[in-house]
């Protein structure tokens, strides 16, 4: 009938301009971040007010209810050529709720409670289309080259959600991406860590660190753990770690080959750099694969290549992961059988605090800022 089709052409008009209007409330009204204006020290982070970023048409807007500290931030804050755009809003492990979905997203729904996969890759290039999107050369990171989580909102591709349960907090959801991510492309997509397999963690007391054990001993290997202090050491064991070695008092390549009988591990996880490399090749066995991340410590390190061969060692490097792997490990996260290590969580605008306690090496596990002063705690 007319009248009805009338009404309810009025009643769609109605609840548009009602979502329109919702949409500019948003975008106006502005929220509270963590920015810096240049790089350089702690100092520079500000907790002021910015406009709530505006997404296109492939985006959606999340309300952040936590986000995880990374490394990574740091040193974006520090000196990386990388970062932009400035003012810069740091955080690239973000676990919230949906509040806007652009015209053209398809996938995911306003109230929906993602966490974003930190890797916005191009999906054109030859590594994209192989399935390689960790190895794109035109791939950039939440918070890194975009404004991160590190505020009330953030804007990411759509393509980056991956779904939540209520099974698994905000605060254990941002702990996940980027140190279970390289984790497990590590251990499991490049090492193909088997049971039985005799696993070195260094840095067990690190976001990946924590991460790497956990994966470790669910895929049925035995862990050796290194850590700073016995404090750290103690909650690795409590891991699951068979033998741990405070790296700072000891060679820990001569305590694996004495636990092992002067075998060695099947690998070593390593992601400290020039420090250890060293002591990382030494602790390998025969047939042994060293893979690593990072190199907090330094870019350069000596290897025997006449030892290499003769035990025919394998060096892998590994970067990050795909989401993909990321939508695997929250399934295992929320069955409970991969559990973030949370240090402490702070409200957003104790970042800086953050920073310090990161730089400083005193967690164990992730740091999560929180928005809105949700209660944060602090942890052993
Ligand atoms: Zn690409």
């Known amino acids: 009938m007319p009248t009805r089709g009338y009404a309810g052409c009025s009643a769609f008009l109605i609840m548009g301009l009602m979502v329109n209007s919702l949409k500019c409330w948003v975008r106006k009204i502005p929220m509270k971040a963590i920015v810096f204006y240049e790089q350089g020290g702690i100092d520079k982070l500000r907790y002021e007010e910015v406009p709530v970023p505006a997404i296109d048409s492939s985006e959606i807007l ?4 936590a986000c995880s500290v990374n490394h990574l931030d740091l040193r974006a804050r520090r000196d ?3 970062v932009q755009p400035f003012p810069h809003i740091l955080g690239s492990d973000i676990a ?3 509040v806007e979905v652009a015209s053209d997203v398809h996938t995911v729904d306003v109230g929906a409670h993602v966490v974003l996969s930190p890797c916005i890759p191009c999906e054109q290039c030859p590594d994209c289309l192989n399935g390689d999107e960790n190895l794109c050369d035109f791939q950039e990171l939440l918070g890194f080259q975009t404004n991160g989580g590190y505020a009330e909102y953030v804007k990411a591709p759509a393509k980056n959600a991956v779904l939540i349960s209520g099974a698994l907090g905000y605060a254990e959801a941002s702990a996940i991406p980027t140190a279970y991510l390289t984790a497990w492309h590590m251990l499991v997509t490049r090492a193909q860590i088997r049971a039985g397999d005799d696993v070195l963690i260094l840095s067990a007391g690190s976001g990946v660190g924590s991460a790497g054990l956990q994966i470790a001993k669910l895929c049925g290997a035995r862990v050796f753990a290194t850590a700073s202090t016995d404090k750290k050491l103690e909650r690795a064991r409590r891991m699951g770690a068979e033998l741990t070695i405070n790296y700072t008092r000891t060679d820990f390549s001569e305590a694996i080959r004495a636990e092992t009988g002067g075998r060695g591990v099947d690998v070593v996880f390593e992601h400290v750099g020039a420090a250890t490399w060293e002591q990382s090749v ?25 030892q290499m061969y003769q035990k025919q060692l394998t060096i892998m490097g590994s970067a ?10 929250i399934r295992l996260a929320e069955q409970g059988k991969l559990t973030p290590v949370i240090d402490r969580v702070l409200p957003l605008r104790a970042a800086a605090e953050a920073h310090r306690i990161l730089e400083a090496r005193e967690n164990f596990g992730k740091i999560c800022l929180q928005p809105d002063d949700i209660g944060h705690t602090t942890g052993e």
């Open 62 to 65: 999340v309300k952040v209810k």
């Open 80 to 82: 990386r050529p990388e």
């Open 96 to 98: 919230g709720e949906v």
């Open 282 to 306: 030494a602790s390998l066995a025969k047939k042994g694969r060293l893979v690593t991340c990072g190199v907090t410590t330094g870019n350069m390190g000596q290897i025997n290549i006449r």
């Open 320 to 329: 990050l992961g795909t989401t993909s792997e990321l939508r695997t490990i």
